[in-house]
């Protein structure tokens, strides 16, 4: 088992506080989705070009990983086609250069609901074209359980066009199940293919929709996920993606990322 936490989940802190407790709590390695101030990756001081030998040594010696760069770049945005393709190259150079497999980028709105229209023909078209380049530099982009595509088997139908050793899929455990009833076993069946990295998260049904719990205190099914992994022979990260980031009222980081840790180890 390997566990990473979220950079979404720790907005106030510093680079030197994230390292220093995902090496204290025994956490394999760190996903970043910004620090601070600066949400996008290549955007962070400590990953800049004077400082990135300093920091990877630093990952290195705390025997930290970074499993994947976590994006905003909304490829399925057609009136945005060149900025964003050059925010996707920025990230996959970045990749490159730290050594990371995956950058996850959003095929639909930035909303973890299933709602609104997309072109998946477009859709289509730009991860064909995004995942060539991320191909060439050893990279591969992880098209997330996100929005629209929280339904997987219209994601495995995506994927199955798409034919493309640069794209793969982030199983964030919490959407399919959350919006659409998926069972585990329904969604690690269709997305097996192309599946690289997951997001953990758990949360309880309210009567406006739901709202986050930590994991194990919700009713998102964490364990039978688990378990369909372990026994799919799955051997990437399980990754905590608290979105404190997003809603300040969330339990503090240092309380979920310690609890994550040991919730994660019960189950294995």
Same mark, same amino acid.
């Given at each position: 088992?390997?566990?990473?936490?979220?950079?979404?989940?720790?907005?106030?802190?510093?680079?030197?506080?994230?390292?220093?407790?995902?090496?204290?709590?025994?956490?394999?390695?760190?996903?970043?989705?910004? %620090?601070?101030?600066?949400?996008?990756?290549?955007?962070?001081?400590?990953?800049?070009?004077?400082? /990135?030998?300093?920091?990877?040594?630093?990952?290195?010696?705390?025997?930290?990983?970074?499993?994947?760069?976590?994006?905003?770049?909304?490829?399925?945005?057609?009136?945005?086609?060149?900025?964003?393709?050059?925010?996707?190259?920025?990230?996959?150079? &970045?990749?490159?250069?730290?050594?990371?497999?995956?950058?996850?980028?959003?095929?639909?709105?930035? %909303?973890?609901?299933?709602?609104?229209?997309?072109?998946?023909?477009?859709?289509?078209? +730009?991860?064909?074209?995004?995942?060539? /380049?991320?191909?060439?530099?050893?990279?591969?982009?992880?098209?997330?359980?996100?929005?629209?595509?929280?339904?997987?088997? +219209?994601?495995?139908?995506? &994927?199955?066009?798409?034919?493309?050793?640069? %794209?793969?899929?982030?199983?964030? %455990?919490?959407?399919?199940?959350?919006?659409?009833?998926?069972?585990?076993?329904?969604?690690?069946?269709?997305?097996?293919?192309?599946?690289?990295?997951?997001?953990?998260?758990?949360?309880?049904?309210?009567?406006?929709?739901? +709202?986050?719990?930590?994991?194990?205190?919700?009713?998102?099914?964490?364990?039978?996920?688990?378990?369909?992994?372990?026994?799919?022979?799955?051997?990437?990260?399980?990754? &905590?993606?608290?979105?404190?980031?997003?809603?300040?009222? &969330?339990?503090?980081?240092?309380?979920?990322?310690?609890?994550?840790?040991?919730?994660?180890?019960?189950?294995?």
């Amino acid at each position: 088992m390997k566990i990473s936490f979220s950079t979404l989940g720790c907005p106030r802190w510093t680079w030197n506080e994230i390292i220093a407790t995902a090496s204290d709590l025994g956490y394999d390695g760190i996903e970043l989705r910004g %620090v601070g101030k600066d949400i996008s990756v290549p955007s962070v001081p400590a990953f800049s070009d004077e400082n /990135i030998e300093k920091t990877m040594a630093e990952m290195e010696r705390q025997h930290l990983s970074i499993p994947c760069l976590d994006s905003d770049c909304c490829i399925h945005m057609r009136e945005n086609q060149e900025a964003v393709q050059a925010e996707v190259k920025a990230y996959i150079h &970045l990749a490159k250069k730290m050594k990371v497999p995956y950058v996850r980028v959003m095929a639909t709105a930035p %909303v973890p609901q299933p709602l609104g229209a997309v072109d998946e023909g477009y859709v289509r078209e +730009r991860a064909i074209a995004l995942g060539a /380049i991320a191909h060439q530099e050893g990279i591969k982009l992880l098209i997330e359980t996100h929005g629209v595509w929280s339904d997987s088997t +219209r994601l495995a139908r995506l &994927l199955s066009t798409i034919h493309s050793d640069g %794209v793969g899929v982030l199983w964030d %455990v919490h959407h399919p199940y959350r919006f659409l009833g998926e069972k585990p076993e329904t969604t690690y069946q269709n997305l097996k293919p192309w599946l690289c990295h997951t997001h953990f998260k758990d949360s309880v049904a309210t009567a406006e929709g739901f +709202r986050y719990a930590m994991p194990g205190f919700g009713d998102i099914p964490l364990e039978a996920t688990v378990r369909v992994l372990t026994e799919g022979g799955y051997t990437g990260f399980y990754s &905590l993606e608290w979105v404190k980031r997003w809603d300040m009222t &969330l339990e503090e980081p240092g309380i979920v990322f310690a609890h994550f840790a040991s919730f994660m180890r019960t189950l294995f």
